[in-house]
Protein backbone atom coordinates (compact mmCIF):
# COMPACT_ATOMS: atom_id res chain seq x y z
CA UNK A 1 0.00 0.00 0.00
CA UNK A 2 1.30 3.32 -0.79
CA UNK A 3 2.26 5.31 2.58
CA UNK A 4 0.44 8.23 1.50
CA UNK A 5 -2.35 6.10 2.50
CA UNK A 6 -0.83 4.34 5.29
CA UNK A 7 -0.10 7.85 6.65
CA UNK A 8 -3.77 8.61 6.17
CA UNK A 9 -4.94 5.44 7.63
CA UNK A 10 -2.71 6.17 11.06
CA UNK A 11 -4.30 10.16 11.49
CA UNK A 12 -7.62 8.20 11.42
CA UNK A 13 -6.98 5.66 13.78
CA UNK A 14 -5.39 8.45 16.23
CA UNK A 15 -8.85 10.85 15.35
CA UNK A 16 -11.16 7.94 16.19
CA UNK A 17 -9.32 7.26 19.62
CA UNK A 18 -9.79 10.87 20.32
CA UNK A 19 -12.95 11.08 19.69
CA UNK A 20 -13.69 8.10 21.78
CA UNK A 21 -11.78 8.87 24.49
CA UNK A 22 -13.52 12.74 24.92
CA UNK A 23 -16.79 10.66 24.73
CA UNK A 24 -18.64 14.01 24.67
CA UNK A 25 -18.31 15.20 20.62
CA UNK A 26 -21.54 14.51 18.17
CA UNK A 27 -19.72 13.38 15.23
CA UNK A 28 -15.99 12.09 13.88
CA UNK A 29 -14.39 15.11 13.14
CA UNK A 30 -13.23 15.07 9.26
CA UNK A 31 -9.73 14.90 7.65
CA UNK A 32 -8.94 17.52 5.17
CA UNK A 33 -6.03 16.21 3.41
CA UNK A 34 -4.22 19.34 2.59
CA UNK A 35 -2.96 18.72 -1.07
CA UNK A 36 -1.57 21.94 -2.06
CA UNK A 37 1.86 22.10 -4.08
CA UNK A 38 1.82 18.20 -4.42
CA UNK A 39 1.18 16.62 -8.27
CA UNK A 40 -2.25 14.67 -8.85
CA UNK A 41 0.11 11.34 -9.51
CA UNK A 42 1.58 12.05 -5.56
CA UNK A 43 -2.57 12.43 -4.38
CA UNK A 44 -4.01 9.96 -6.01
CA UNK A 45 -3.29 6.71 -3.95
CA UNK A 46 -5.41 8.66 -1.13
CA UNK A 47 -8.28 9.50 -3.96
CA UNK A 48 -8.19 5.66 -5.11
CA UNK A 49 -8.58 4.11 -1.31
CA UNK A 50 -11.27 6.80 -1.19
CA UNK A 51 -10.75 9.86 0.97
CA UNK A 52 -13.32 12.38 0.55
CA UNK A 53 -11.71 16.12 1.81
CA UNK A 54 -9.45 17.51 0.26
CA UNK A 55 -7.86 20.87 1.15
CA UNK A 56 -6.09 23.73 -1.68
CA UNK A 57 -4.49 27.21 -1.25
CA UNK A 58 -4.98 28.38 -4.45
CA UNK A 59 -8.07 28.97 -7.02
CA UNK A 60 -5.41 28.28 -10.34
CA UNK A 61 -3.49 24.98 -9.15
CA UNK A 62 -6.89 23.82 -7.77
CA UNK A 63 -8.84 24.19 -10.99
CA UNK A 64 -5.99 22.21 -13.37
CA UNK A 65 -5.81 19.42 -10.84
CA UNK A 66 -9.34 19.19 -9.67
CA UNK A 67 -11.69 19.52 -12.26
CA UNK A 68 -11.63 16.35 -14.04
CA UNK A 69 -11.48 14.33 -11.18
CA UNK A 70 -14.36 16.68 -9.55
CA UNK A 71 -16.44 16.00 -12.35
CA UNK A 72 -15.75 12.29 -12.64
CA UNK A 73 -15.89 11.78 -8.60
CA UNK A 74 -19.08 14.08 -7.57
CA UNK A 75 -18.11 12.73 -3.80
CA UNK A 76 -15.55 14.67 -3.64
CA UNK A 77 -15.09 17.72 -1.48
CA UNK A 78 -12.62 20.56 -2.01
CA UNK A 79 -12.13 22.88 0.41
CA UNK A 80 -10.31 26.16 0.05
CA UNK A 81 -7.97 26.97 2.96
CA UNK A 82 -5.79 29.82 1.40
CA UNK A 83 -7.20 33.30 1.10
CA UNK A 84 -9.27 34.12 -1.72
CA UNK A 85 -9.17 37.16 -4.08
CA UNK A 86 -12.54 38.87 -5.05
CA UNK A 87 -11.25 38.15 -8.96
CA UNK A 88 -11.20 34.72 -8.36
CA UNK A 89 -14.70 34.20 -6.31
CA UNK A 90 -16.50 32.89 -9.51
CA UNK A 91 -13.69 30.01 -10.33
CA UNK A 92 -13.52 29.49 -6.83
CA UNK A 93 -16.96 28.79 -6.50
CA UNK A 94 -17.60 26.44 -9.52
CA UNK A 95 -14.94 24.18 -8.30
CA UNK A 96 -15.30 24.57 -4.24
CA UNK A 97 -17.58 22.58 -1.59
CA UNK A 98 -16.39 24.80 1.21
CA UNK A 99 -14.33 27.96 1.41
CA UNK A 100 -12.69 28.28 4.62
CA UNK A 101 -11.57 32.09 4.29
CA UNK A 102 -14.31 34.29 4.45
CA UNK A 103 -12.65 37.37 5.95
CA UNK A 104 -13.99 40.78 4.54
CA UNK A 105 -17.34 41.98 4.12
CA UNK A 106 -16.02 42.92 0.30
CA UNK A 107 -15.54 39.21 -0.39
CA UNK A 108 -18.63 38.04 1.52
CA UNK A 109 -20.65 40.59 -0.83
CA UNK A 110 -18.56 39.70 -3.88
CA UNK A 111 -19.87 35.59 -2.48
CA UNK A 112 -23.40 36.22 -2.47
CA UNK A 113 -23.32 38.16 -6.28
CA UNK A 114 -21.35 35.14 -7.74
CA UNK A 115 -23.40 32.41 -6.47
CA UNK A 116 -26.68 34.08 -7.07
CA UNK A 117 -25.51 34.96 -10.48
CA UNK A 118 -24.56 30.77 -10.61
CA UNK A 119 -27.13 29.62 -8.89
CA UNK A 120 -24.71 27.93 -6.83
CA UNK A 121 -24.07 27.69 -2.84
CA UNK A 122 -20.86 27.06 -1.44
CA UNK A 123 -20.45 26.69 2.45
CA UNK A 124 -18.66 28.76 4.11
CA UNK A 125 -15.99 29.66 7.01
CA UNK A 126 -15.55 32.96 8.45
CA UNK A 127 -12.01 32.89 9.01
CA UNK A 128 -10.90 34.27 12.80
CA UNK A 129 -7.79 36.58 13.24
CA UNK A 130 -7.31 34.44 16.55
CA UNK A 131 -4.18 35.51 17.80
CA UNK A 132 -4.34 39.53 16.14
CA UNK A 133 -2.11 39.07 14.14
CA UNK A 134 -0.95 41.81 11.33
CA UNK A 135 0.37 39.51 8.90
CA UNK A 136 -2.79 37.52 8.98
CA UNK A 137 -6.52 38.04 7.29
CA UNK A 138 -9.19 37.28 9.16
CA UNK A 139 -11.96 38.97 11.51
CA UNK A 140 -10.50 40.07 14.66
CA UNK A 141 -12.45 38.02 17.56
CA UNK A 142 -14.63 41.18 19.06
CA UNK A 143 -16.03 42.07 15.38
CA UNK A 144 -16.93 38.20 14.33
CA UNK A 145 -20.37 38.35 15.71
CA UNK A 146 -21.39 41.43 13.57
CA UNK A 147 -19.64 39.75 10.71
CA UNK A 148 -21.78 36.87 11.00
CA UNK A 149 -25.13 38.75 11.14
CA UNK A 150 -23.79 40.87 7.96
CA UNK A 151 -22.89 37.17 6.00
CA UNK A 152 -26.32 35.48 7.49
CA UNK A 153 -28.40 38.59 6.11
CA UNK A 154 -26.64 37.89 2.83
CA UNK A 155 -27.88 34.16 3.17
CA UNK A 156 -24.51 32.68 3.11
CA UNK A 157 -24.11 29.40 3.70
CA UNK A 158 -22.15 29.84 6.96
CA UNK A 159 -21.27 26.64 8.57
CA UNK A 160 -18.09 27.29 10.96
CA UNK A 161 -15.74 29.12 11.80
CA UNK A 162 -11.78 29.00 11.19
CA UNK A 163 -8.30 29.99 12.71
CA UNK A 164 -4.83 29.60 11.73
CA UNK A 165 -2.95 30.10 15.24
CA UNK A 166 0.36 31.65 16.29
CA UNK A 167 2.65 29.19 15.33
CA UNK A 168 4.98 29.85 17.88
CA UNK A 169 2.94 30.01 20.84
CA UNK A 170 0.91 27.13 22.54
CA UNK A 171 -2.67 26.86 20.69
CA UNK A 172 -4.42 25.56 23.32
CA UNK A 173 -6.18 28.44 24.54
CA UNK A 174 -6.44 29.85 20.77
CA UNK A 175 -8.38 26.30 20.33
CA UNK A 176 -10.67 27.35 23.38
CA UNK A 177 -11.05 30.70 22.51
CA UNK A 178 -12.67 29.71 19.29
CA UNK A 179 -15.12 26.93 20.60
CA UNK A 180 -16.19 29.09 22.83
CA UNK A 181 -17.19 31.36 19.67
CA UNK A 182 -18.42 28.51 17.67
CA UNK A 183 -20.69 27.68 20.62
CA UNK A 184 -22.08 31.58 21.25
CA UNK A 185 -22.89 31.72 17.23
CA UNK A 186 -24.52 27.84 17.59
CA UNK A 187 -22.77 26.96 14.53
CA UNK A 188 -22.37 23.38 13.05
CA UNK A 189 -18.58 23.38 12.18
CA UNK A 190 -15.15 23.93 13.07
CA UNK A 191 -12.09 24.34 10.97
CA UNK A 192 -9.32 24.52 13.03
CA UNK A 193 -6.04 22.13 13.35
CA UNK A 194 -3.07 21.11 11.61
CA UNK A 195 0.07 18.05 11.81
CA UNK A 196 1.39 18.82 14.37
CA UNK A 197 -1.90 19.73 17.15
CA UNK A 198 -5.03 18.07 14.86
CA UNK A 199 -5.59 16.15 18.13
CA UNK A 200 -5.68 19.21 20.88
CA UNK A 201 -7.99 20.78 18.48
CA UNK A 202 -10.34 17.71 18.38
CA UNK A 203 -10.25 18.45 22.24
CA UNK A 204 -11.70 21.78 21.68
CA UNK A 205 -14.37 20.55 19.55
CA UNK A 206 -12.84 21.12 15.94
CA UNK A 207 -14.61 19.23 13.55
CA UNK A 208 -12.34 19.52 10.33
CA UNK A 209 -8.77 19.03 10.67
CA UNK A 210 -6.68 20.20 7.62
CA UNK A 211 -3.34 18.17 7.09
CA UNK A 212 -0.86 18.02 4.79
CA UNK A 213 2.19 17.22 5.66
CA UNK A 214 1.89 14.24 8.22
CA UNK A 215 -0.19 12.91 5.00
CA UNK A 216 1.82 13.46 1.74
CA UNK A 217 5.45 14.16 3.27
CA UNK A 218 6.81 17.72 3.25
CA UNK A 219 6.37 20.23 0.92
CA UNK A 220 9.84 20.95 -1.18
Known sequence: MHNTVENL???????????????????????????????????????????????????????????????????INLHLIGRLQTNKVKAAIKLFDYIH???????ADKIYNIQNELKIRTKQFIQVNIGNEHQKSGISINEVSNFYTYCKNLNLDIVGLMCIPPFNEDTTKHFKTMSSLNKELNLREL????????????????????????????RS
Not at 101 to 107: G, I, M, P, V
Not at 207 to 217: A, N, Q
Open 9 to 75: LKINENVKAKFERIGNLSKLPKIIAVSKTFKIEHILPVINYGHLHYGENKVQEAVEKWTSIKNENKK
Open 101 to 107: SLDSKKL
Open 191 to 218: SMGMSSDYLNAIENNATFVRIGSSIFGQ
